[in-house]
């Protein structure tokens, strides 16, 4: 018996990232490289954007968690919130939540929102958590110089956009 499509939103940016995973959920889920930031971003970069992503979901009120999980080996640092859970994850093989070290954070995401990048992964991780997908406009359009690597996968990634996911269109937030 198959599944029926997950939610798929295309959005401009982490507030509007936040302010749907807020309408959907308490959780949110954040991939980095190509979501937050560019491939090849530097820590400090990458502590910037989660920073960033913590005021605005602390502003909106309506999400409880915040997961930063990237497949990436780089090192996140261990973050601490007045109002937010928050969980740091490198090399997590997104998007199998059965396997470690997602395993270990499955039931505290159940039913999330995913801002990320690709469908293999982020897509797909929103799909086995229940959620829906939040892919910044960016990613679906990509710039020609994007590195090769992300552009294998999203051409990979077409077949199971039609087969498990639908667009859904939203209007802007303001």
Same mark, same amino acid.
């Given at each position: ?11 401009? $940016?982490?507030?509007?990232? %936040? ?7 308490? &959780? +949110?889920? !954040?991939?980095?490289?190509? /979501? #937050? ?23 909106? $009120?309506?999400?409880?968690? %915040? ?7 780089? &090192? +996140?640092? !261990?973050?601490?919130?007045? /109002? #937010? ?28 929102? %995913? ?60």
């Amino acid at each position: 018996m198959s599944r029926p499509p997950t939610d798929w939103v295309l959005v401009d $940016g982490v507030a509007e990232a %936040v302010e749907l995973a807020g309408k959907h959920g308490e &959780v +949110l889920v !954040v991939d980095l490289e190509n /979501t #937050l930031v560019d491939y090849g971003s530097t820590p400090e970069q990458r502590d910037d954007a989660m920073a960033a992503v913590l005021a605005a979901a602390a502003e909106g $009120g309506l999400l409880r968690r %915040v997961a930063f999980v990237s497949n990436a080996r780089f &090192v +996140l640092p !261990v973050l601490d919130h007045d /109002t #937010l859970v928050v969980h740091a994850l490198t090399k997590a093989r997104k998007p199998y939540v059965r396997l470690l070290p997602l395993r270990r954070l499955r039931a505290e995401l159940v039913g999330a929102a %995913v801002y990320g990048d690709q469908p293999l992964t982020d897509g797909r991780l929103a799909r086995n958590l229940g959620g829906i997908w939040l892919q910044p406009r960016h990613a679906h359009e990509p710039a020609p110089d994007e590195p090769w690597w992300p552009r294998v996968m999203r051409q990979r990634g077409r077949r199971v956009l039609r087969r498990d996911f639908r667009r859904r269109d939203v209007q802007p937030p303001g």
